[in-house]
């Protein structure tokens, strides 16, 4: 007597959901073909045409018919597998974090990671992984300055407290030079490489046209630029720079205008030329502390986007460049949101297993 197959216990609600499955755009088409099968054996279809139909071993039909009766849709799902066994666990992570406690090989200034792979005698591309997943990038390096003023703290809250706050009827300005910008004659245009990309191409050979001096100021408030080119960075420079710019600022009954300056000589000793300006307040950074006078941010972004692989036949046309590019520059200027960056361990000597446990 031929055995008799095993019902399929569902609901409308089973139904449903199985239907759902199937014609989901996202649906994994593992779950779609198991739904197939659960929704062919309510219809009454019997195993073995489904499983010809479907390609499928009559074994494989009654196993999701089976998990189907005993978890419902929960059934359909794959069960948990232990997966894999790790070959490079905990106990590889610690033994690369502590190679780069050593002192690298003789003749190397630094590890990276074929060094470290050799020297584990493992995969590089393991030893990368690690690095990549502890966030260690062996072959960049950031640069900080840590100021040893013994006024840090007060110069800084004071410069910092004219970004977030500046007094009533304040104009806050940051003013800096940047010397000795060279008109370099060079050939420049675009290269493709072997694989098909192209790039920026500079010669490397080039012709030296003299220098410039650029005097910028940045309004705090306004993100506003004015620049002046001179041939010299003298105080006599700066403090013709400074009543030019006083000019450019509104002005008023009341009116008060705080500049941030770094310690450069040419901006100290200054004390004649204030008494005939009782307005203008200077406020110096910390020694080495430039980086909170916020003009700094911007002669970063215009040498980007004006020196960096420009070629000038002359000191004017360097000049025309920089003056042309603060007024496309003023057209949509916003001011710096200022925010605090903090390098972690910046103020001792930590070793990266330090950083990393």
């Not at 197939?36 to 499983?51: C, P, T």
């Not at 070959?87 to 200034?109: A, M, N, T």
């Not at 009116?255 to 310690?263: I, P, R, S």
């Not at 046309?317 to 920089?322: D, S």
Request: charged share 25%.
């Amino acid at each position: 007597m031929p055995r008799t197959a095993k019902p399929i216990a569902y609901t409308d609600s089973d139904v449903a959901s199985l239907q759902r499955i199937i014609k989901g755009q996202k649906s994994e088409q593992r779950m779609v073909r198991r739904a197939s099968i659960i929704l062919r054996l309510i219809e009454g279809q019997q195993i073995k045409v489904i499983a010809g139909e479907m390609h499928e071993g009559t074994t494989t039909i009654t196993k999701w018919r089976d998990r189907f009766n005993e978890q419902g849709l929960n059934g359909l799902y794959d069960e948990k597998r232990s997966g894999k066994p790790q070959v490079y666990d905990e106990q590889f992570r610690q033994r690369v974090i502590e190679k780069l406690q050593q002192p690298p090989p003789y003749g190397l200034s630094h590890w990276d990671g074929p060094t470290v792979a050799k020297e584990l005698q493992t995969s590089v591309d393991a030893v990368w992984r690690i690095l990549k997943k502890e966030g260690i990038q062996l072959s960049r390096q950031r640069t900080w300055c840590v100021s040893t003023d013994p006024e840090f703290t007060e110069k800084a809250a004071d410069i910092v407290g004219l970004y977030l706050a500046p007094p009533k009827n304040a104009v806050v300005i940051c003013v800096d030079e940047k010397p000795s910008m060279q008109a370099l004659s060079r050939t420049t245009g675009y290269v493709t490489l072997r694989n098909g990309k192209t790039m920026r191409a500079v010669k490397s050979t080039y012709r030296r046209n003299g220098t410039q001096n650029l005097f910028a100021a940045l309004e705090v408030a306004t993100g506003q630029i004015h620049g002046q080119a001179t041939k010299y960075k003298k105080r006599t420079d700066f403090l013709t720079f400074m009543d030019a710019l006083l000019n450019d600022l509104p002005s008023g009954q009341g009116q008060e205008y705080h500049v941030v300056l770094d310690n450069y000589c040419i901006h100290k000793r200054c004390d004649e030329w204030l008494r005939d300006h009782p307005d203008v307040f200077f406020h110096y950074t910390p020694t080495s502390a430039s980086w909170l006078n916020q003009v700094e941010i911007w002669f970063n972004i215009m040498t980007r986007k004006v020196l960096r692989g420009a070629s000038f036949d002359n000191v004017k046309q360097l000049i025309e460049a920089i003056e042309k590019y603060i007024a496309a520059y003023n057209e949509y200027a916003e001011p710096f949101e200022w925010k605090k960056r903090e390098v972690k361990g910046s103020q001792i000597r930590d070793t990266i297993a330090n950083l990393c446990n």
